[in-house]
Nanobody
Framework: QVQLVESGGGLVQAGGSLRLSCAAS???????MGWFRQAPGKERDFVAA????????YYTDSVKGRFTISRDNAKKTVVLQMNNLKPEDTAVYYC????????????????????WGQGIQVTVSS
């Protein structure tokens, strides 16, 4: 089992940057990881994913070229670097781990993720 804790959220002006980190316990290195976000009144949506080997990464179209997902298996962390933030990026961001070990490529399906962090607020002001 994997436990996840997000950090690094906050308030930033449009055009600014934030770095979200997700610290894991358990056999982190065996699982693909994803970031999702949920805006008020909306569904929780996929943002980015990285396979357990970091050999495959995926992004939702709206963040391509602005967000970067990475992982450090030795430190048991996955990071979402967010640049050129926009007001529409405002949401609670969740880190998640895949239900399957060794999946490759990474999955973008929310239902494939069973381990979730508590979420962290990101607010982008215009």
């Amino acid at each position: 089992q994997v436990q996840l804790v997000e950090s690094g959220g906050g308030l930033v002006q449009a055009g600014g940057s934030l770095r979200l980190s997700c610290a894991a316990s358990g056999p982190f290195h065996l699982y693909g990881m994803g970031w999702f976000r949920q805006a008020p009144g909306k569904e929780r949506d996929f943002v980015a994913a990285i396979s357990w080997t970091a050999g495959s990464v995926y992004y939702t179209d709206s963040v391509k070229g602005r967000f970067t997902i990475s992982r450090d298996n030795a430190k048991k962390t996955v990071v979402l670097q967010m640049n050129n933030l926009k007001p529409e990026d405002t949401a609670v961001y969740y880190c998640a781990a895949d239900r399957l070990q060794f999946r490759n490529p990474a999955t973008t399906r929310k239902d494939d993720y069973v381990y979730w962090g508590q979420g962290i607020q990101v607010t982008v002001s215009s």
